[in-house]
């Protein structure tokens, strides 16, 4: 008897350790986000000034597939209650949209305050409070106003100011009302994606410079922001701060491969968390060493990182209270080989690591080519960070998969969800990382950028074609609504027939 006892006690110990723990923490918080140009459409709307999505989309160069605009897009400045009503459906704990700039600042200097703008946010975070929902807040979702942008954007060293300037009114706005902000986001995209391929804002190809200025002034901007917060905010109203930083998961491409992998993470991360989140501050040595190199190399007399002073460093130096993750992809990386071009940073390669980036291979992907389905690399990439900077607080502020087409079945997208979710409970319960929140981009479908309309991130689908932009949500709506309740990853949200019961009791068809 005792034997059996024993042996009955052995194996449920067992099952303990090899069945994961599918609940989430208490303080585990569920939320969608989206962005001001994506969603909000009233482009010239009551006295908003012009930015330089504006005036791209207007230009109609073929930057953007199907040529279309946000100028009404999910129409959010018209439609914003249904959006709010939609985020209480599904239960979200937060929901995280950005501030356009030029409508609150029309010139994008401090000169004149656009009372409607004003109006719009301060409505938008009152219904959400009202309806238990968190908002957070970030400052800069990529819609530069016009104004700044040709007065160099990102790589005039003023901008550091005038950032700081827009921030102040922000924050003395709403910092009453918002208590989780970031401030810029994916820097990594506006900077070197941006500069890099020409192809996006800031609408400039400049390879060489462009993005190691416009990532200085990204670090130097945000901690100019979070600086002004601290000491002029935080005292009265709390809150915490941070940066969304665009992780794409860097993995060897054979055991090789294993210093530059770290070299790569270093060169793509590292450039937008070093000077924040670690002891020393400044640029990961290690890339300030290989750009250092191959800048002499070329021929220049310094290396084409601009250099931090210590004032700078320290400045820089611990301006975040949380680490905010937008994790969407992954890449293997290689030396390029002899006479091999590496081509573009984030786009195929590195020049400066003479290394060439793929996919990994046999892997799904998403409507967009960008994502391969690759769940793993999520918990790689967050303990990379713990072992980074220490044992900080994590927010994934951004993870998505997009479709095309209405696409109310997208059972891909809840596998891509849950898979995710699970990566992140092992990130929590094995790894000891302490992550806190999970972002599904996005809540709505939206202009996508260079994709235009084409590429639908939704749980809720919107119908533009339709005047009235009706939303309509998705099967993952469900599921992600099924899994908030639930505050686990239940099987039942993910079966077939339980999303077609729920959607069958909203009135509609899957
Ligand atoms: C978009 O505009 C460009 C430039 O005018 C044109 O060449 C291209 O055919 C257009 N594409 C679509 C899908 O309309
Ligand atoms: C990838 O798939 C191909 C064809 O299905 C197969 O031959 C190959 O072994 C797979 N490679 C890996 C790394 O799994
Ligand atoms: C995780 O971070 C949150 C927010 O900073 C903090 O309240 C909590 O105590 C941390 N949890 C652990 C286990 O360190
Ligand atoms: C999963 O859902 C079922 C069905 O409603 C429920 O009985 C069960 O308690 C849930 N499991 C967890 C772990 O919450
Ligand atoms: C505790 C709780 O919220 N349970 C829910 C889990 O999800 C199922 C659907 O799968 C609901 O029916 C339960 O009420």
């Not at 009233?42 to 109609?60: F, L, P, S, Y």
């Not at 897009?73 to 914003?80: L, M, R, T, V």
């Not at 996006?200 to 979070?226: M, Q, R, T, W």
Request: charged share 25%; glycine share 6%; net charge neutral.
């Amino acid at each position: 008897d005792s034997i059996f006892v024993f042996n009955y006690v052995f194996i449920l110990v067992l099952v303990g350790l090899l069945v994961p723990c599918r609940r989430f923490p208490p303080n585990f918080k569920f939320g969608a986000s989206t962005s001001a140009y994506q969603v909000e459409g009233g482009w010239n709307a009551d006295g908003k000034g012009v930015n330089i999505w504006d005036r791209i989309t207007h230009e109609h160069r073929g930057l953007i597939v199907d040529n279309s605009t946000g100028d009404v897009a999910a129409d959010s400045y018209h439609k914003w209650r249904e959006d709010v009503r939609i985020a209480k459906e599904l239960g979200l704990d937060f929901y995280r949209f950005s501030i356009s700039w030029v409508r609150i600042l029309p010139s994008g200097f401090t000169n004149e305050i656009n009372k409607a703008g004003v109006k719009y946010y301060s409505d938008l975070i009152d219904a959400l409070l009202a309806e238990g929902i968190e908002p957070i807040v970030t400052l800069y979702h990529w819609d530069l106003p016009v104004r700044i942008h040709d007065l160099g954007g990102w790589t005039n060293p003023s901008i550091v100011d005038w950032f700081g300037d827009y921030a102040r009114v922000i924050f003395s706005l709403y910092a009453n009302r918002v208590k989780t902000w970031t401030t810029i986001n994916e820097a990594v995209v506006l900077c070197d994606f941006g500069y890099n391929s020409g192809i996006f804002v800031p609408d400039i190809k400049e390879p060489i410079f462009g993005p190691y200025l416009c990532n200085k002034h990204v670090l130097l901007a945000h901690a100019k922001s979070y600086r002004i917060f601290d000491r002029e905010f935080r005292h009265k109203y709390g809150g915490r701060i941070s940066i969304s930083n665009h992780l794409l998961w860097i993995e060897p491409s054979s055991p090789q491969d294993v210093e530059l992998a770290e070299l790569g993470r270093e060169h793509l991360v590292g450039r937008y968390s070093h000077a924040i989140f670690s002891k020393d501050g400044g640029w990961p040595p290690s890339i300030e060493k290989q750009m250092l190199k191959v800048s002499l190399a070329q021929g220049y007399k310094e290396s084409r990182l601009p250099p931090f002073t210590e004032e700078e460093k320290k400045f820089v130096r611990g301006t975040a209270d949380f680490y905010a993750v937008n994790f969407y992809a992954t890449y293997l990386i290689r030396p390029a080989k002899p006479g091999e071009d590496p081509g573009l940073w984030f786009l195929t390669g590195s020049p400066e690591l003479n290394a060439v980036l793929e996919h990994p291979p046999n892997v799904s992907y998403s409507f967009s080519k960008l994502i391969p389905v690759y769940p793993k690399a999520l918990r790689r990439q967050l303990a990379w960070l713990k072992k980074q900077y220490g044992d900080i607080n994590i927010i994934i502020t951004e993870n998505g998969f997009s479709v095309s087409g209405v696409h109310l079945e997208d059972y891909k997208k809840i596998q891509f969800i849950n898979q995710y979710l699970e990566q992140v409970l092992l990130s929590i319960y094995e790894d000891n990382v302490n992550v806190t929140g999970y972002t599904v981009w996005s809540l709505i479908d939206n202009f996508e950028w260079m994709d235009g309309y084409t590429s639908k991130y939704g749980l809720y689908h919107v119908n533009f074609d339709d005047p009235e932009r009706k939303r309509t949500p998705r099967a993952s709506a469900i599921y992600f609504s099924c899994v908030i309740k639930n505050r686990s990853l239940n099987d039942t949200c993910l079966e077939k027939n339980y999303l077609i019961e729920q959607s069958k009791l909203r009135r509609y068809e899957l």
